[in-house]
């Protein structure tokens, strides 16, 4: 059991580059829920980060997370208010306090937006989250897994419609969801997935938030101290580097709300001669080199800046930009059949069964 | 003032004839609106049809209804409990009890299946309605025009799902409340606009149950003695019989939920040589005749089958059916510079402006 810490702007800023990192790609772009973040810590003061483990069994904890295409969100800053009306209406709702915010998805913009709640109005978040990454559909948390219901969920946009759900399985929740964020405008800012401390326990990835943080900080140092900043963000995750190269090609369409396409690389230096291929929806999902599949969902997958580090998303893959590729293994609640089934390569469309990146572990 | 009346499964029989007839060629298929109202009156008891005069002022009135395209509904029948599931939720989320139930369009599926929850929860009926006809959008009823907000609402579907509207307009929950239908299947109930007595005494389009009962009636009366059913029909709508002719075309298309088309004409007897078009976006819209527009929305047009007087929908339409057009007036609620900015040709996107339809009066 880790002690509390408070979180403030400063360490937002590391957070956010961890979540861009655990964002694999997609999850939307933390710098816009870092910002929310810290006005409202500014406002409100810090947000006290706890351990899961401190949360009574009987503890309420509800996650809280913004849904929608990266790349419209990108174009619509989101205000951070709603998701404070989302948490409110669903404790109305609820008829009782929420004791803790949870983090839906620690990678992406959704691993700052939960501190906008826990700041405004001030409860502890719990370091950790549904995923230990990102990916791009609600039911795709390992809350789903352990039989907690999505709903009642109250899902807000920004002009001061709202919607309370109410379904028979968390893919209803996703499909309904999905409908109205499209018909919002692109983004909608959602609680959902109100459980007990005793399931938060069993349920949730645990201290992601805290891997995010640290990673940050040692992207930050690495690059203060001219070390290598990829070497570091492997080491702290237990990645490989599996590719240096160019983007050549990308392919990319919005379908349903979702960001998917292909992008495809050229190798440079060790990697010259050697070709490199993303598929991504939203997410980075199935990695190939030289046309063998090598990385498959959930494990991980994150493109880095070769010198700096900066972790790029597919939305702002552009031609010619030279890449660092890192894979390291999911969090073993995804490797089962029940995880595989719900976020395997073939739920995504892939014509290809899942392939446990070598033995290693993830926080 | 009327006095009360109770409504059996004899009666639900004409109403729905006069259902189909206020339809204007959409509405939904009446037919499965009574056979769910007839079970729930054959399984409850008759329903007490009332005034709406009758009503205190602050009597909790909630209009009921089936939303979606009904090319839709055909293939897939509803069941009535979710209408009643939709109204017991609404209630529960209102905090008391409602006293009344409305009809929120007593053009087609919609005039019947507020009987299904008045008989099951054992409420009085309204005997009038939101439109006076059929139309194709929620935001579309004289409710609107009285400041009325469709919000919270209450939207079911047959497999379990529930969601709860509360909304900046009745434009936005239009928008939602037709992507989830969509999403849910193409059809789903509804519980919405809650209002007191007052309002409803000035929103409500009134009678149009007992008018569609009448027309039911004299349909099967004109029949009976071998009667002009068509004749019968016009004088209890004040209507003009406006073309005589046979279907030529029919081009129909289902886009964002709705059946829109044009349907072309040619006339018979008194009008051979002559032209008709009808342009439909789930109801009839525009009555072009000789290529004028002849009678244009809120004004409306009803097809009959040209012996029989049996109401033929858009959906229904086939090459060679031999048909009489109907129109009449609206109800004076509509034929507003505000009425006609909701549901007038050119909110439908057609380049025309509102030509009234000749003097006349409809109840």
Same mark, same amino acid.
């Not at 899961?52 to 069994?57: P, R």
């Not at 073993?332 to 490797?335: H, N, Q, V």
């Given at each position: 059991m880790t002690t509390d810490r408070m979180i403030g702007t400063a360490e937002l800023e590391d957070i956010a580059i961890g979540g861009a990192i655990l %964002?694999? &790609?997609?999850?939307?772009?933390p710098y816009i829920g870092k910002l929310m973040a810290q006005q409202a810590i500014r406002q409100h003061g810090p947000v006290r980060l706890i351990d899961?483990?401190?949360?009574?069994?009987d503890a309420l904890v509800v996650p809280v997370c913004m849904m929608g295409a990266p790349t419209v969100m990108t174009e619509k800053l989101p205000q951070g208010d709603e998701l404070v009306i989302a948490f409110r209406k669903l404790e109305a709702l609820l008829g009782r306090r929420i004791d803790a915010v949870l983090c839906g998805e620690a990678g992406g913009i959704n691993s700052t937006t939960p501190f906008v709640v826990a700041a405004a109005a001030d409860r502890p978040l719990v370091d %950790?989250? &549904?995923?230990g990454r990102a990916y791009p559909e609600l039911q795709m948390v390992t809350f789903t897994l352990h039989?907690?219901?999505?709903?009642p969920m109250v899902l807000c946009d920004d002009k001061g419609n709202s919607i309370v759900l109410d379904t028979i399985s968390n893919a209803w929740t996703e499909r309904l969801a999905r409908a109205a964020t499209v018909e919002m405008g692109g983004s909608a800012l959602l609680a959902f997935y109100p459980m007990d401390g005793a399931t938060a326990k069993r349920a949730v990835v645990r201290g992601t938030l805290g891997l995010c943080a640290r990673l940050g900080s040692r992207l930050r140092q690495a690059r203060a101290t001219h070390g290598d900043p990829v070497a570091e963000i492997a080491d702290i995750l237990d990645a490989d580097v599996i590719f240096h190269g160019r983007v050549r090609d990308v392919e990319r369409r919005t379908v349903g709300g979702f960001a998917r396409g292909t992008a495809d690389f050229e190798g440079v230096e060790?990697?010259?001669?050697h070709r490199f291929r993303l598929q991504f929806q939203n997410e980075f999902l199935i990695a190939y080199r030289d046309g063998e599949p090598l990385v498959t969902t959930p494990d991980l997958i994150t493109l880095l800046d070769a010198e700096s580090g900066t972790p790029v998303t597919a939305d702002s893959l552009r031609y010619g930009l030279r890449l660092k590729a890192l894979a390291c293994a999911s969090t073993?609640?995804?490797?089962t059949p029940a995880g595989l089934e719900l976020i395997g390569p073939r739920y995504f469309g892939y014509d290809l069964d899942y392939r446990p990146f070598r033995a290693g572990s993830q926080p």
């Open positions: %964002g694999t &790609g997609g999850g939307g772009d899961v483990d401190s949360l009574g069994n %950790g989250d &549904g995923m039989g907690v219901s999505a709903t060790e990697w010259a001669d073993p609640l995804w490797r």
